[in-house]
């Protein structure tokens, strides 16, 4: 009858939504497992921590480089140096470790262009070329902001 097949539709019906959330579910899930499983960490954190080291200003640096200082000088500076913490045991303290000194690096490099152009110690500093390549050729332009 008649009850049997309304039945029949309403369970069909249940079904079907009931099968949207668990799709959504399980094809996030995949993506983020496949996410996670082909992220390349070490690349991805030796990347982040070469941030500061960008040409033009860095915001990130900016807003980063004081508070992950503050939290690196808490620690004992032997657990820093200590390779086997802070290198392939636990690489992310590797990678903050360097983006400290990226940020040291950056600070005494705009330190140095504020004193030579007579610039205040609160004004941007605009780097023209990047750290990374150890140059002396920095000047303040207007080039970019990197984030």
């Given at each position: 009858?008649?009850?049997?097949?309304?039945?029949?539709?309403?369970?069909?019906?249940?079904?079907?939504?009931?099968?949207?959330?668990?799709?959504?579910?399980?094809?996030?899930?995949?993506?983020?497992?496949?996410?996670?499983?082909?992220?390349?960490?070490?690349?991805?954190?030796?990347?982040?921590?070469?941030?500061?080291?960008?040409?033009?200003r860095s915001l990130v640096a900016d807003e980063l480089c004081g508070d992950f200082a503050r939290e690196y000088k808490q620690w004992p500076q032997s657990m820093?140096?200590?390779?086997?913490?802070?290198?392939?045991?636990?690489?992310?303290?590797?990678?903050?470790?360097?983006?400290?000194?990226?940020?040291?690096?950056?600070?005494?490099?705009?330190?140095?262009?504020?004193?030579?152009?007579?610039?205040?110690?609160?004004?941007?500093?605009?780097?023209?070329?990047?750290?990374?390549?150890?140059?002396?050729?920095?000047?303040?332009?207007?080039?970019?902001?990197?984030?």
């Amino acid at each position: 009858g008649g009850a049997a097949n309304e039945a029949e539709a309403k369970s069909r019906l249940l079904g079907r939504m009931l099968s949207i959330p668990v799709d959504l579910a399980l094809s996030f899930l995949i993506g983020c497992s496949a996410t996670i499983f082909l992220t390349e960490t070490d690349k991805l954190q030796k990347d982040m921590s070469a941030i500061p080291l960008v040409k033009g200003r860095s915001l990130v640096a900016d807003e980063l480089c004081g508070d992950f200082a503050r939290e690196y000088k808490q620690w004992p500076q032997s657990m820093w140096d200590d390779p086997k913490i802070s290198g392939e045991a636990h690489p992310s303290l590797g990678a903050i470790r360097n983006f400290v000194k990226n940020c040291e690096r950056r600070g005494e490099v705009e330190a140095r262009i504020r004193n030579e152009n007579g610039m205040g110690d609160d004004e941007p500093v605009l780097i023209s070329n990047g750290l990374g390549d150890d140059s002396d050729e920095e000047e303040p332009t207007n080039e970019s902001i990197t984030y």
